[in-house]
């Protein structure tokens, strides 16, 4: 049977380039799966992985992914109803959280403990929103990092970021006038703060090591 992931289409800014990223780091594997970008809660909920995109703010997409019927549902019992991987990039990583703070108060998933606050880096050169190439450090064996150099520079557009009430849970570092959270996971949950999609062959062979990832 073709190992399916589905990539959750719910309006995304970052969507088209996610899928064609997910389908050239799973055309490099030795058995790739199927990459399937839908809305629909069946197929959601049955997949053997789940990815969900987003760019923009937390409310929009919050709100945008409550509209289409049934997909929260969905993506909940597939990752957490049965364990299937998941990763959140960049606000689908933020999404994971129990709220974000911009714009008022806007509630999350609640996967993952913790607020997406505003980015309040030291040191006048450090911009918010913070936008471009930042070196990236892991946590030692972390997955979706194997075989990634130390330090290895990725892609970030955000003026917000996680932070999460376990520190055990944050799992990548950059640093931007003070130490931001990368990447985060428990369990088979997993996010990603960067665009692995706009990280060139790093970012591939991440999202190859994603597609791969048996928790």
């Known amino acids: 049977m073709t190992h399916a992931v589905a990539l959750v289409d719910y309006g995304s800014g970052n969507l088209r380039s996610a899928e064609k990223a997910l389908q050239r780091a799973a055309a ?18 049955r997949a053997d992985a789940v990815i969900l995109p987003g760019v923009g703010a937390f409310s929009a997409c919050r709100s945008a992914l409550a509209a289409r019927s049934g997909v929260i549902e ?19 990583m933020q999404l994971m959280a129990t709220r974000g703070l911009e714009f008022g108060e806007t509630p999350g ?8 606050a505003r980015l309040t880096p030291e040191g006048a050169h450090n911009k918010v ?8 450090d892991f946590a030692p064996g972390a997955a979706l990092f194997a075989g990634l150099p130390a330090g290895v520079d990725m892609y970030f557009t955000h003026s917000f970021a996680f932070r ?11 640093d931007h006038g003070g130490p931001v959270a990368a ?33």
């Open 28 to 45: 490099g594997l030795a058995r790739p799966p199927a990459i399937v970008t839908t809305d629909d809660p069946d197929i959601i909920a």
């Open 74 to 92: 969905a993506i909940e019992a597939a990752a957490r109803g049965r364990g299937a991987p998941f990763l959140g990039i960049c606000v689908g």
């Open 109 to 116: 998933l609640d996967w993952i403990a913790g607020d997406i």
């Open 129 to 136: 929103p913070h936008v471009g190439w930042n070196a990236v």
């Open 164 to 174: 999460a009430r376990d520190p055990a849970d944050i799992t990548a570092w950059t």
């Open 183 to 215: 990447a985060v996971t428990r369990g088979n949950l997993a996010g990603v703060q960067f665009h692995p999609e706009k990280s060139q062959a790093w970012g591939l062979a991440l999202l190859a090591n994603f597609l791969e990832w048996r928790p």
